[in-house]
T-cell receptor
Framework: DAKTTQPNSMESNEEEPVHLPCNHS???????IHWYRQLPSQGPEYVIH???SNVNNRMASLAIAEDRKSSTLILHRATLRDAAVYYC?????????????FGQGTILTVHP | DAGVTQSPTHLIKTRGQQVTLRCSPK?????VSWYQQALGQGPQFIFQ???????QRGNFPDRFSGHQFPNYSSELNVNALLLGDSALYLC?????????FGPGTRLTVL
């Protein structure tokens, strides 16, 4: 499985944007970039995924570098409820057909 | 529509015992995966079931086995429990492109 590298932790203030980076230099052409987050005492929650183009949904935006060797999850206005562990994961095609390989993730702390 | 449900929420067992964990997927989801999450670590893939067959398996010993029923619900069985099996066990169901995780079962092995 191709590996991702994320910072161990990041901090943000409430209502400010947050940019969570992820490096994946060994990504293959068929790997999709997925982001999940895990709030305390809960299972992981899907955030967003993409292949080549930038993606937006109601939760976040995903910016993918042109060479696809890195990506950034953008939370446009952090709230206290966004405090969680964020995982950047590479998966072949649609994840319903394959396993998700989680790393350590980035612990996001949001200050009021 | 209920999300993914798991039972029990917490469980305490002793070494050598056997345990069965249960998962009900989201309505209409035919694929169920199981993950083990040790404290402070990311979830690790155990196996995935589709149409009542094990489709993929992670790097876990044969002590870990599973089953999927015709209604898509699933069980995870662990035999000969070790202290190192203490973890949060997560079930995820999926249909197309997204995984939905349950809240997990916290297993403590004493």
């Amino acid at each position: 499985d191709a590996k991702t590298t994320q910072p161990n932790s990041m901090e943000s203030n409430e209502e400010e944007p947050v940019h969570l980076p992820c490096n994946h230099s060994t990504i293959s052409g068929t790997d999709y970039i997925h982001w999940y987050r895990q709030l305390p005492s809960q299972g992981p929650e899907y955030v967003i995924h993409g292949l080549t183009s930038n993606v937006n949904n109601r939760m976040a935006s995903l910016a993918i570098a042109e060479d696809r060797k890195s990506s950034t999850l953008i939370l446009h206005r952090a709230t206290l409820r966004d405090a969680a562990v964020y995982y950047c994961i590479l998966a072949r095609g649609g994840t319903s057909y394959g396993k998700l390989t989680f790393g350590q993730g980035t612990i996001l702390t949001v200050h009021p | 529509d209920a999300g993914v449900t798991q039972s029990p929420t917490h469980l305490i067992k002793t070494r050598g015992q056997q345990v069965t964990l249960r998962c009900s997927p989201k309505s209409g989801h035919d694929t169920v995966s199981w993950y083990q999450q040790a404290l402070g670590q990311g979830p690790q893939f155990i196996f995935q079931y589709y149409e009542e067959e094990e489709r993929q398996r992670g790097n876990f010993p044969d002590r870990f086995s599973g089953h999927q029923f015709p209604n898509y619900s699933s069980e995870l069985n662990v035999n000969a429990l070790l202290l190192g099996d203490s973890a949060l066990y997560l079930c995820a169901s999926s249909h197309s492109g997204r995984n939905f995780f349950g809240p997990g079962t916290r297993l403590t092995v004493l």
